[in-house]
């Protein structure tokens, strides 16, 4: 079941702050949030493993509310540096019963000088 | 250190015909993870290789398959292309064992671009 993610896009101008949600209908065990710029490969953000888990990468944090099964991605002044197309990740299994991760469709954040 | 490199960055192929995409993962990393990702989309899980072995395969089709060789370099196989196979190929080296190596920390290539007329 792929994980929704909300907004789609948003642009913003530096130094504005921004939230990215990323909901699922099925519990979710851990939630990993990677970004991807235009023509660049995705990168890693962070792993959030358990419900009331909160954690920072520089000036961009997370949070995972198990019960509620939602993670959000908070962008806090933001950077030009900051564009590019975030996705949520969550854990599944594949038919052999090995993990595999399932991507939200993204957000796209476009931060303007 | 290098990171995971993909080859082609880019190439064109018609209907029916196959294609080989090849990547190699970091240094020491021996799972490797293919993903499709077509464009405004999230990345969508294809195969997961471990120690040459198929760890996981997503919903695809048996026209895609993949190898991992000793070395822990990997390639991606696609018969009889289609239309819809058009995408950005990405692959994943992850230092996770087994099957659990596909929700670590991945790294990812640069991606293979596939367009198919």
């Known amino acids: 079941q792929q994980p929704v993610q909300s907004p789609q896009a948003v642009i913003l101008r530096e130094g504005e702050d921004a939230v990215i949600n990323c909901s699922s209908s099925?519990?979710?065990?851990?939630v990993h949030w990677y970004r991807q710029k235009h023509g660049e490969a995705p990168v890693f953000l962070m792993i959030l493993l358990k419900g009331g888990e909160q954690k920072g990468h520089d000036k961009i944090s997370a949070s995972f509310n198990e019960k509620k099964q939602q993670s959000s991605l908070y962008l806090t002044a933001s950077q030009l540096s900051y564009s590019g197309t975030y996705f949520c990740g969550t854990k599944a299994l594949t038919q052999g019963g090995s993990e595999k991760l399932v991507f939200g469709k993204g957000t796209k954040l476009t931060v303007n000088p | 250190d290098a990171g995971v490199t993909q080859s082609p960055t880019h190439l064109i192929k018609t209907r029916g015909q196959h294609v080989t995409l090849r990547c190699s993962p970091i240094?020491?990393?021996?799972?490797v993870s293919w993903y499709q990702q077509v464009l405004g989309q999230g990345p969508q899980f294809i195969f997961q290789?471990?120690?040459?072995?198929?760890?996981g395969r997503g919903n695809f089709p048996d026209r895609f398959s993949a190898r991992q060789f000793p070395n822990y370099s990997s390639e991606l196989n696609v018969n009889a292309l289609l239309l819809g196979d058009s995408a950005l190929y990405l692959c994943?080296?992850?230092?996770?064992?087994?099957?659990?190596?596909?929700?670590?920390?991945?790294?990812f290539g640069e991606g293979s671009r596939l367009t198919v007329l």
């Open positions: 290789y471990y120690e040459k072995e198929e760890r």
């Open positions: 240094s020491g990393h021996k799972s």
């Open positions: 099925k519990a979710l065990y851990s």
């Open positions: 994943a080296s992850s230092s996770r064992t087994g099957g659990y190596a596909n929700t670590g920390e991945l790294f």
